[in-house]
């Protein structure tokens, strides 16, 4: 089993910065995929940026140049930094981590999720 702990959320103008970060424990061989996805009120769960044990990255079109994703394989963690933060980033984010074989997803795990408010 593998547990994820994320920290980073909070309260901030819009225009502001946050970095999230989550760190994963227990049994982590072979998560080659970890990232970001968000939840707002009466929407449903959304991919906001994922990163490979490669380095690849995706990103969702709606924050594109504005966060980052990046990992320390060395810490286990992934992070996600998010600069010129508007309102409609509110939301819950929540941590992920895969085991991901071609086109399969072996392994998915999910972080207790961390509020991010922007307010206006």
């Known amino acids: 089993q593998v547990q994820l702990a994320e920290s980073g959320g909070g309260l901030v103008q819009a225009g502001g910065s946050l970095r999230l970060s989550c760190a994963a424990s227990?049994?982590?061989?072979?998560?080659?995929?970890m990232g970001w996805y968000r939840q707002a009120p009466g929407k449903q769960r959304e991919l906001v940026a994922v990163i490979t044990s490669g380095g690849t990255t995706n990103y969702a079109d709606s924050v594109k140049g504005r966060f980052t994703v990046s990992r320390d394989n060395a810490k286990n963690t992934v992070y996600l930094q998010m600069n010129s933060l508007k309102p409609e980033d509110t939301a819950s984010y929540y941590c992920?981590?895969?085991?991901?074989?071609?086109?399969?997803?072996?392994?998915?795990?999910w972080g207790q999720g961390t509020q991010v408010t922007v307010s206006s």
């Open positions: 227990g049994d982590i061989f072979g998560i080659n995929v």
């Open positions: 992920n981590m895969k085991r991901v074989t071609g086109l399969t997803t072996m392994s998915n795990y």
